[in-house]
T-cell receptor
Framework: EAQVTQNPRYLITVTGKKLTVTCSQN?????MSWYRQDPGLGLRQIYY???????DKGDVPEGYKVSRKEKRNFPLILESPSPNQTSLYFC????????????FGPGTRLTVL | EDQVTQSPEALRLQEGESSSLNCSYT??????LFWYRQDPGKGPEFLFT???AGEEKEKERLKATLTKKESFLHITAPKPEDSATYLC???????????????FGQGTILTVHP
């Protein structure tokens, strides 16, 4: 089954404790992206990657890191999480082509205390 | 600054009561518009792509339309299973890449009562 998977689905952590949220897709998509979703603000892009070893900042990159060492994986790293990073995070992927739709993962709900 | 606004924020309908959701935008470099559906606890699921003003797309009880300033998602005779959050996203040309950039609205929460 074609899908985007994320782990963990739920995470409660404390301020300053480094964490990684994994994202993997099995559709051989070149493009991958991370979003956060907050009430009243919609989905906002954090980082994206157009291919292996090619990443760039989205609209809200502060406090996050990413890497793209393999085509299928695009982990999101929070080196020193803070409470304002409490949010619902989505990973997405798509094929090359302007009008191809993005496929989204199931989401990771992160709480930083 | 590029802005995408959806209205209403929430909409309650009775089963069979048709209505429309609005997505208005002020952006430069619009290349198209997407509609997604999001169920609680899940990621957004693709519904439609609209490429240019005047275009319409239909799927079951949903019809999406696009003008130069806004898009509508018309829901005809909705059923309780249509209850979800509906997201629109404008597709912008991002630096001439072949991927573009999506800017999302905040969503409309639709509840259809039996």
């Amino acid at each position: 089954e074609a899908q985007v998977t994320q782990n963990p689905r739920y995470l409660i952590t404390v301020t300053g404790k480094k964490l990684t949220v994994t994202c993997s897709q099995n559709m051989n998509h070149e493009y991958m992206s991370w979003y956060r979703q907050d009430p009243g603000l919609g989905l906002r892009q954090i980082y994206y990657s157009m291919n292996v070893e090619v990443t760039d900042k989205g609209d809200v990159p502060e406090g996050y890191k990413v890497s793209r060492k393999e085509k299928r994986n695009f982990p999101l790293i929070l080196e020193s999480p803070s409470p304002n990073q409490t949010s619902l995070y989505f990973c997405a992927s798509k094929r090359e082509g302007l009008y191809n739709e993005q496929f989204f993962g199931p989401g990771t709900r992160l709480t930083v205390l | 600054e590029d802005q995408v606004t959806q209205s209403p924020e929430a909409l309650r309908l009775q089963e069979g009561e048709s209505s429309s959701l609005n997505c208005s935008y002020t952006v430069s470099g619009l290349r198209g518009l997407f509609w997604y559906r999001q169920d609680p606890g899940k990621g957004p699921e693709f519904l439609f792509t609209l490429y240019s003003a005047g275009e319409e797309k239909e799927k079951e009880r949903l019809k999406a339309t696009l003008t130069k300033k806004e898009s509508f998602l018309h829901i005809t005779a909705p059923k309780p299973e249509d209850s979800a959050t509906y997201l629109c996203a404008v597709l912008l040309n991002a630096g001439g890449t072949s991927y573009g950039k999506l800017t999302f609205g905040q969503g409309t929460i639709l509840t259809v009562h039996p």
